[in-house]
C-alpha cells in the first residue's frame, strides 16, 4: 500500500469511518499540485521560443506608404492539416465555438480526376473593405501604417451588417457578446514583431505575411470561386501552385439555407405593410379611416421594435450618424426615424379638436407618408443591394419590398372603399410580386441546370424551404379568397405570405464566401 | 471631421482580446488566459508523439496549450487535435461514477464499492466455472505503458487469466511481427532526423498530411530536394504534395516490391556490406526471380517501364532512402510479408543503420510502441516472451511474483477472443479504453456477440461510446491530461504525460482502478510496490534489463523530460546519449547469429474481390487531420467538429457516378456481404474506378468491411471489401 498511508482494510463495513483505498485514492486523483510543482518551468523571462522559426514569415520593417501587410498564402505548402484554425482559437482565447480562420477544398469538375487542393482563409484585410463601409457606426478601422482592418469591438452594435457585406464569409457574430469579432491579423504580436499565431503554427511555413501594394492588383483566387474581387480589394494572395479554371469549391453543392434574421424579416415586411396602409389611411377618408390608421400604425411600429430586436447591443445605436457617408443603414436608420412620427402626428390630427391650421397640418403629413415613406423603403432595398449579393439584385429586391407595400396600399384601399376596382387592383398587384420570384424557382426545373446563385437560391427554396415555399405560393390566393369576405382576414393571411416571402428572401440567398469543406458545416 | 472622440476604442469587450507577454517562452497570449506556470505532456492521440506545453493557472489546472518548441519531435508545432487537447477533457458525457445496467434497463449510478464488489464476484464465478480462459480483456494503445504493464500483469499474474489484447492489434500488429521475425525484435530502427536526411522518401500506404501531419512538416524541412514517392491507389493529400505518386491497384503492393527486389537483384544494384549481415539472400534471389515487372504488370496496374524506373530509383548507391509505411500495408491480408518486402528492399540495398535510410513503420497510436514492450499480452512484459523459461524467471523474479504464475503461452488475438465469444469459450469481457463497437472490423458481429457474454465491462472516459453502451458495468475513467504516465512514439522516444486537470465526479485513472481491482480481486500484495506510475516505471525499466529495448539508464520521468524524451535503448552507464539515434548502425541484428532474414511468400488473392453483384472495392482510411478514430474525443471539440464533415462521405470517381447517375452532395447506400450504410456523394479526384473511399471515422462503416487478416500478425483486413453502391432516390 501507499506509503503515507496505512494499510486499509478492504471492507469499510466493519470500521465505517475508517478510510478505504477507494477515498484515498479519489482524494489523490483530486491533486494537481505536487506534481505540478515538480515538473512545472520556472524560468520565466525570455525571447518567444519560436522567434527564429518565424523570422522569415514576417516582414523586417513597416510597411511604406503606398503598401500594407496581407497573408500570403503558399499553396503548395499547405496540405490541409488545420492547425492555422486551431492555433488561431487557442492563441487568440477565443470561444469555445468561435474560429476566424477557415479552412475549405477546392477541386476539379464532376468530369474528370485531378487537382484538389485545402484552402486556409482568414480576413483578406481588403483594401476597400465592404465591411467598413457598410457599417453604421464606425466600428471598422483600416490601420493607416499597416492596412490592417480593425474591428472596435466596444463600438460595435451588433447589427451583422458586416457579415452580409463582406463576400467572405470573415465577421463572425458572437452571440454570447451580442457583437461581432474577426481576425486582426494578430496586430498586437506583429506590433511587437511576433508572428500571427497561424503563421507560428502552420508546421509547413505556408502563411506569412508580406508587404503588398496598397491597391492589390493580384486577383485572389478563380472568380469561379469568388466573384468579383474589385469589390472589396482583398489583399491575401494564393501562390505556389496555379489552379486549373474549372475548379469549384468543395462545399459549392451543399444546399444549406442561410441565417433566417427574424427581427429583420418582421421589421422589413411589417415597416413595408404598415407604410403601405398609413399611406392611403392618410389620403381617402372612410368610416374605417381610424381603424386602419390604428391597425397601420401598429404594424408599423411591430416592425421598428423587431428591428431593435436584431440589435445586440441596441444601447449603442445612437453613434447610427458616424456611417451616413458610406452606409445605408445608417440611412436606413435616419430615414425611418423621420418617418416615424408621421404616423403618431396623423392619429393624434385624428383625436384632436380643431385648431388653426389643423387642416393644412393635416394635409401635409397625410402627403408627406408615400414620399418619405418610398424613400424609407428604398433604403432598406440599398441596404441589401449594396452586398452585392446576386440573389439581392435591385431588380428583385426592389420588387419584393416595394411590392409589399404596394399590396398593403391596395389592400388598404380595399378595406376603406371596397370596390371592384380595388379587388381588381389587390389582385393584380398580389400575382405581379410573385412573377419575379416564380422566375427564379423556374431554374432549378432541370436537375443538371448548370450551377449559379439563381440556382443555387430556387434549389434551396424547392429543397429544404419547401415547407415555407409552398406557404408563401398558397397563402396569396387564400387571402385573396377571403378579400371579398373580410378584408381584415386577408390582412392577416398577407401578412404571413409576406413573411414567408421574406424569410425565403433571408434564407435562400446565395451568400458567396471563401470555399468551405465538403458537407459544408451543417448550419448558418 | 475628427469624430475618434465618438469611437469606443477601449471596454471590456476590448479587453477581452488584450494580450500580453505569457513569459516561459511563450510570445504573447492573451492576458486573461496568462499562465502562472507551465509543464510539459505528450500528446495522447497519435504515435508521432508531439510534446505539448500545458498553460497552468495558480491552481495547477491546465488553461492553454501550444506545441514545445524545442521537442525534437515536433518543434514547435502540433495538429489540431493537439492544440485542441484539453477540449474532450470537458465534455458533458464524461463518465463520472460507475454504473451499473440491468438486463433491458437504462444504466444507473452505483459506488466504487458495489462496482468492485460486482467485478469481482462475477468474474471468480465465472472463472470458477469456466476456466481460466473464460474471461479476456481488450485494451488499447491510449493510455500510458505502466498502466497497460499493471493491466497485463494484474490479469494474467494476479487474477490468473489468460487472455488479453489490445486494439494495437488494428493498427501496428503487422509492423511489430515483421520486424520479430526479420531482425529477431520489435525494432522501429529510425528516429524522425531520417526524413530530413534522405535524397528519397517512399511513403507506402501512408498519408501523412492527414495522419502524421507534424511528420510531413518534417519531410518538408528535408532541405536534400528529396524525391517524394508515394505508393497508394489513392490520390491521397500526401500523394498529392509528393513528386511521384504510384497509383498502384489496391494490394498491388507486395508484387511491386518483389519485382523491385527482382530489378535490382538482376542489375546488381545492390550493397554486399550490407547482404552479409543478412541469412537466405540466395533463395531469396530465386524467389523473385519469378516476380519480373513484365510478370507484375497485371496485378499492380503499374507498367514495365514504371517498375524498372523506380527500382532504379530506390537502388540509386549514391542515394539515401529511406522508406515508411503506416496502415495501407499493417492493416492487410498479406501486411507483414509486405513490411517485410520494404525490410529485404532495405537490406540488399544497404538503406538501412545509416542516417535518412531504413524501413520504417509509422506508428498509429500515441503508446502503441508501449504497448509492445509492455502490454504483457503477445508478449511477456518488458520485451520477453512466454514460452521462454528463463525469460519468466527473470520477470517473476523482478516482479517478486512466484514464476508459475506465468502463463507460458501468449494470449489469443483480438479475432480469436471473438471468435471464442463466438463459441462459449471466452464468457466475460474487460474492454479498457478502446471502442470495438465502432472500430472492430465487422462490427455488426459484435451486438450478435453481445447476447453471447454473461459479463460486458468497459472502462472509459465517456459512459457513451458504441461500446460503453453495450456494458453491464461501466468504470468511469480519467483521461489523458488528468493522469501521469509514458508513451512511446514511432521513433522508440519514451515521453511523459502530466495530470493538469482533475478528473469529473469519481473518476479514477486507469492506474488507480487497477490498483483498486488488485486490492477487491485479493492480490493487492502482488502490486504493493505498484503505488504511482512512476513506482512501476522502475520496474518496468528494470525487466527490461539485457534485452535490446533495455532503458535501465532512465532514472526518473525527470529525467526524461530534461533529455527531450530518451529514445530506447538507453542503457544504465551509457555515456554517448544522442537526442536522435537510430538502431542496425553496427550492422547486427537480435538473433544470435546477429543476422537479419529475408522472408517472403507469393502474394495471395483479395480475400473479397469484387464481382459482378459487389462491384466496387472499399478503401478505408483516416478522413482529416482533425479526426481520431472512432470520434470519442475529437467529437467533443467545437472547433474539431467544424474542421471535418459532420456525415459520413464516400469518395466515388466520376466516371463512376456519371454511368450509376449519382450527385455530389446526394445519399447513396454502399452495401457489402454484412451490412450497409449511407453516405454521401463526393465525386472526388482521389479514387480510381472501381474503387470508392470512406474514412472510417464514421459508425457504420464497420459494418461493411470483410473479417479477413493477416495469418502471422491476425491484423485485421480494413481496406478491401467488395460493395456496390445503391443510388437512393431523391
Not at chain 1, 484554425?85 to 474528370?112: F, K, P, Q, Y
Request: a neutral charge; one cysteine or more.
Amino acid at each position: 500500500m501507499n506509503l503515507e498511508l496505512p494499510p486499509v482494510p478492504r471492507t469499510s463495513k466493519a470500521q465505517p469511518v475508517q478510510r478505504t483505498l477507494i477515498d484515498q485514492l479519489l482524494d489523490e486523483q483530486k491533486k494537481l499540485q505536487t506534481p505540478v510543482a515538480r515538473f512545472s518551468e520556472t524560468h520565466h523571462h525570455r525571447k518567444p521560443d519560436l522567434s527564429d522559426h518565424y523570422r522569415t514569415l514576417i516582414p523586417l520593417t513597416k510597411p511604406a506608404q503606398d503598401e500594407q501587410y496581407a497573408f500570403e498564402v503558399s499553396l503548395d505548402r499547405c496540405t490541409g492539416c488545420k492547425a492555422c484554425v486551431s492555433a488561431c482559437h487557442s492563441l487568440n482565447g477565443l470561444d469555445e465555438d468561435e474560429t476566424w480562420r477557415d479552412i475549405g477544398l477546392i477541386h476539379d469538375g464532376d468530369d474528370r480526376a485531378g487537382f484538389q487542393q485545402t484552402i486556409t482563409t482568414a480576413c483578406h484585410h481588403c483594401g476597400d473593405p465592404a465591411c467598413l463601409d457598410g457599417c453604421p457606426v464606425g466600428a471598422y478601422e483600416k490601420e493607416p501604417e499597416t492596412g490592417i482592418v480593425r474591428h472596435l469591438d466596444d463600438q460595435c452594435i451588433g447589427c451583422s451588417y458586416c457579415i452580409l457585406k463582406c463576400p467572405y464569409d470573415v465577421p463572425k457574430y458572437s452571440k454570447k457578446r451580442g457583437i461581432v469579432r474577426k481576425c486582426d491579423m494578430c496586430h498586437q504580436r506583429l506590433a511587437e514583431g511576433e508572428a500571427p499565431a497561424c503563421v507560428q503554427a502552420c508546421p509547413t511555413e505556408a502563411i506569412r505575411i508580406v508587404k503588398v501594394p496598397r491597391i492589390p492588383i493580384t486577383p485572389l483566387l478563380p472568380s469561379l470561386i469568388l466573384g468579383n474581387p474589385s469589390i472589396t480589394r482583398p489583399t491575401t494572395r494564393y501562390i505556389g501552385r496555379s489552379i486549373p479554371d474549372r475548379i469549384r469549391a468543395a462545399d459549392r453543392d451543399v444546399l444549406t439555407p442561410q441565417h433566417a434574421h427574424w427581427p429583420l424579416i418582421l421589421m422589413l415586411t411589417f415597416t413595408q405593410a404598415g407604410i403601405g396602409l398609413l399611406g392611403v389611411a392618410a389620403l381617402t377618408s372612410s368610416p374605417h379611416s381610424l381603424a386602419l390608421l390604428l391597425t397601420a400604425t401598429i404594424i408599423f411600429f411591430c416592425g421598428m421594435a423587431a428591428s431593435v430586436l436584431h440589435l445586440g447591443q441596441p444601447l449603442k445605436a445612437w453613434r447610427f450618424f458616424l456611417g451616413l457617408r458610406t452606409s445605408w443603414l445608417s440611412r436606413e436608420i435616419l430615414t425611418f426615424s423621420m418617418f416615424a412620427p408621421i404616423p403618431c402626428v396623423l392619429i393624434a390630427l385624428h383625436l384632436t379638436p380643431d385648431f388653426p391650421f389643423k387642416r393644412e397640418i393635416s394635409q401635409m403629413t397625410s402627403y408627406s407618408v408615400f414620399p418619405l415613406g418610398l424613400l424609407a423603403v428604398f433604403t432598406s432595398v440599398m441596404i441589401y443591394v449594396d452586398t452585392h449579393r446576386i440573389s439581392w439584385r435591385f431588380s428583385l429586391t426592389s420588387t419584393r419590398f416595394f411590392g409589399t407595400l404596394a399590396t398593403f396600399a391596395a389592400l388598404g384601399s380595399s378595406i376603406s372603399d371596397a370596390s371592384p376596382f380595388s379587388t381588381g387592383l389587390l389582385i393584380f398587384t398580389v400575382l405581379l410580386k410573385m412573377i419575379p420570384e416564380a422566375r427564379i424557382l423556374r431554374k432549378a426545373d432541370r436537375s443538371d441546370a448548370d450551377w449559379s446563385p439563381d440556382v443555387h437560391s430556387a434549389k434551396i427554396q424547392r429543397g429544404p424551404l419547401a415547407k415555407i415555399l409552398r406557404a408563401r405560393m398558397i397563402l396569396p390566393f387564400v387571402a385573396l379568397f377571403f378579400a371579398a369576405l373580410n378584408p381584415w382576414a386577408t390582412l392577416m393571411i398577407l401578412l404571413v405570405s409576406e413573411i414567408s416571402e421574406r424569410q425565403l428572401f433571408f434564407q435562400s440567398v446565395y451568400s458567396p464566401k471563401m470555399p468551405g469543406n465538403f458537407g459544408g458545416t451543417g448550419s448558418h | 471631421m475628427n469624430l475618434r472622440f465618438l469611437k469606443q476604442q477601449t471596454g471590456p469587450l476590448t479587453k477581452d482580446l488584450v494580450q500580453e507577454p505569457g513569459q516561459f517562452g511563450l510570445g504573447k497570449v492573451p492576458s486573461r488566459l496568462k499562465p502562472v506556470s507551465t509543464t510539459t505532456s505528450i500528446c495522447g492521440y497519435c504515435a508521432t508523439g508531439c510534446q505539448l506545453k500545458i498553460h497552468l493557472d495558480e491552481k495547477g489546472e491546465a488553461i492553454n496549450l501550444s506545441p514545445q518548441a524545442h521537442y525534437p519531435v515536433n518543434l514547435g508545432m502540433a495538429c489540431p487535435k493537439g492544440w485542441q487537447a484539453l477540449d474532450p477533457l470537458t465534455s458533458a458525457e464524461r463518465g463520472t461514477t460507475p454504473l451499473l445496467r440491468k438486463v433491458g434497463g437504462d444504466p444507473t449510478e452505483t459506488s466504487w464499492q458495489d462496482a468492485l464488489d460486482l467485478f469481482t464476484k462475477r468474474l471468480k464465478s465465472i472463472k470458477e466455472t469456466h476456466g481460466h480462459e473464460s474471461v479476456a480483456f481488450l485494451s488499447t494503445g491510449q493510455i500510458p505503458f505502466e498502466e497497460m504493464a499493471f493491466l497485463g500483469c494484474l490479469f494474467k499474474f494476479g487474477m490468473g487469466f489468460l487472455h488479453g489484447d489490445a486494439n494495437t492489434r488494428q493498427c501496428m500488429a503487422t509492423a511489430v511481427t515483421a520486424y520479430k521475425q526479420s531482425f529477431g525484435f520489435d525494432a522501429p530502427p529510425a528516429t524522425y532526423a531520417d526524413f530530413e536526411l534522405s535524397d528519397v522518401i517512399v511513403l507506402v500506404g501512408a498519408n501523412l498530411c492527414i495522419a502524421h501531419p507534424i511528420l510531413w512538416q518534417r519531410v518538408m524541412r528535408n532541405k536534400r530536394n528529396p524525391k517524394i514517392i508515394v505508393i497508394d491507389p489513392r490520390s491521397t493529400e500526401t500523394a498529392q504534395a509528393a513528386t511521384q505518386h504510384i497509383a498502384l491497384k489496391p494490394k498491388g503492393d507486395l508484387a511491386l516490391l518483389y519485382a523491385l527486389a527482382h530489378c535490382i537483384l538482376r542489375d546488381e544494384r545492390i550493397d554486399p556490406v550490407s547482404i552479409a549481415n543478412t541469412e537466405g539472400i540466395e533463395s531469396f534471389t530465386s524467389f523473385v526471380a519469378d516476380y519480373s515487372p513484365a510478370a507484375v504488370s497485371e496485378k499492380t496496374g503499374l507498367t514495365e517501364a514504371e517498375i524498372e524506373s523506380l527500382a532504379r530509383t530506390v537502388s540509386d548507391p549514391s542515394l539515401k532512402v529511406s522508406w515508411w509505411w503506416t496502415m495501407g500495408v499493417n492493416q492487410s491480408h498479406e501486411g507483414v510479408r509486405t513490411a517485410q518486402a520494404i525490410i529485404n528492399l532495405c537490406l540488399i540495398t544497404g538503406n538501412i543503420g545509416k542516417p535518412g535510410t531504413g524501413p520504417n513503420s509509422i506508428t498509429g497510436q500515441c503508446n502503441a510502441m508501449g504497448s509492445r514492450l509492455f502490454s504483457n499480452t503477445t508478449s511477456l512484459v518488458g520485451g520477453h516472451e512466454f514460452y521462454n523459461s528463463d525469460h519468466r524467471e527473470k520477470v517473476a523474479r523482478i516482479l517478486e511474483i512466484p514464476a508459475d504464475h506465468i502463463p507460458s503461452e501468449s494470449s489469443l488475438a483480438y479475432d480469436q477472443i471473438f471468435d471464442a465469444v463466438e463459441t462459449g469459450k471466452i464468457k466475460a469481457l474487460w474492454i479498457v479504453a478502446t471502442n470495438p463497437f465502432h472500430s472492430w472490423i465487422d462490427s455488426g458481429k459484435l451486438s450478435r456477440l453481445r447476447e453471447k457474454l454473461d459479463f460486458l465491462v468497459v472502462q472509459d472516459m465517456y459512459w457513451n461510446t458504441e461500446t460503453a453502451l453495450a456494458a453491464d458495468l461501466y468504470l468511469p475513467a480519467a483521461s489523458w491530461g488528468e493522469k501521469s504516465g509514458c508513451f512511446i512514439n514511432s521513433e522508440r522516444r519514451i515521453g511523459t504525460i502530466k495530470p493538469v486537470k482533475k478528473a469529473p465526479g469519481q473518476a479514477l485513472s486507469d492506474f488507480r482502478i487497477f490498483r483498486l481491482i488488485a486490492d477487491s480481486w485479493g492480490c493487492g500484495d502482488m502490486f504493493k510496490k505498484w503505488t504511482t506510475p512512476e513506482e512501476a516505471f522502475k520496474i518496468l525499466r528494470d525487466l527490461t534489463q539485457g534485452r535490446p529495448c533495455d532503458i535501465t539508464g532512465i532514472e526518473s520521468y525527470q529525467m526524461i523530460d530534461d533529455r527531450g524524451g530518451i529514445q530506447w535503448p538507453f542503457v544504465l552507464g551509457d555515456t554517448s546519449f544522442k537526442p536522435e539515434r537510430r538502431l542496425f548502425e553496427d550492422g547486427f541484428f537480435y538473433f544470435e547469429n546477429r543476422k537479419a532474414k529475408f522472408l517472403f511468400s507469393p502474394p495471395q488473392e483479395l480475400p473479397e474481390p469484387p464481382d459482378v453483384e459487389f462491384p466496387f472495392l472499399l478503401l478505408t482510411g483516416r478522413g482529416t487531420s482533425s479526426q481520431w478514430h472512432t470520434q470519442s474525443r475529437t467529437s467533443k471539440s467545437t472547433v474539431l467538429r467544424k474542421l471535418y464533415p459532420a456525415d459520413a462521405y464516400v469518395e466515388i470517381h466520376p466516371s463512376d457516378a456519371k454511368r450509376l447517375g449519382l450527385k455530389n452532395h446526394h445519399p447513396v447506400c454502399i452495401r457489402s456481404r454484412r451490412g450497409e450504410m449511407t453516405a454521401f456523394v463526393y465525386i472526388a479526384p482521389t479514387v480510381q474506378m472501381g474503387q470508392v473511399f470512406i474514412p472510417m471515422h464514421y459508425a457504420a462503416l464497420n459494418r461493411l468491411t470483410h473479417p479477413s487478416f493477416d495469418p502471422h500478425s491476425r491484423q485485421p483486413n480494413y481496406k478491401a471489401a467488395a460493395v456496390k453502391l445503391v443510388r437512393i432516390p431523391s
